[in-house]
């Protein structure tokens, strides 16, 4: 069971969390071996595992088409792709595996932490940005984004990109810590009140497992979806 405090270094007089780069590392390689044993003898009438990577291919290109559309979606296929794929695994890690000494965690959900999921939406948000500005040209951008439909909405365009930017990193976060703090307590009830509350709170520990299986697939497709949807206002006009 993870501990109540996190793992921290000092590098150039900057603080890094150690939980967290083991966490997303650890999750970055199951990402990787996942993909690279699955697109392993490519065939061209595909079975197995080859039928599963395709499908989550052509899932998160689904998503993408549904916002961004003029052509546009292809550009955006790989980091939905990627990103749906590391978000998954990010949420399902701390549910199986949580590991802690001494009341310090190592190893859990990375998207259990505020600056992880907050990093997805900045990413994203740079992302959009950047592809507005390619596209359209810097002038053309900024007046679609932020002078439209009149100047005097600057102000609320800047405060929406806040409100976007916060809700988007912060809708996951709150799903899985508090995901992973119910599994905690119930972990806590199981081996503190005795063999009759270890047999009832090992079935409510599966069930929530369960259940938080669910909840964490959905919200990388939430997460997913929402980041399409962003990118299709950034890089898109009305006619």
Known sequence: MSGDSVSTFQFLGLTFNTTNIISGLLAAIIV????????RNLKLKPTGKQNVLEWLIDFTNNIVRGSV?????????LYAFT???FIFVSNQLGLFLQIGWNGVTYVRSPTSDPIVTLTFSLITLMLAHFS???????KKYFKESYLTPFTFWLPISVFTELIDFLTLGLRIYGVI?????????????????????TIVAIPIEFIWQGFSLFLGSIQAYVFVTLTSVYI???IQTEE
């Open 69 to 77: 559309t003029n052509g546009d979606a292809p550009d955006f296929g």
């Open 83 to 85: 990103l749906f794929l």
């Open 177 to 197: 810590f508090s995901g992973e703090m119910l599994l905690k307590i119930i972990g806590e009830m199981a081996f503190s009140g005795g063999i009759g509350m």
């Open 132 to 138: 507005g500005v390619k596209k359209l040209g810097f």
């Open 232 to 234: 299709s206002q950034q």
């Open 32 to 39: 990787l071996v996942v993909v690279f044993l699955f697109s």
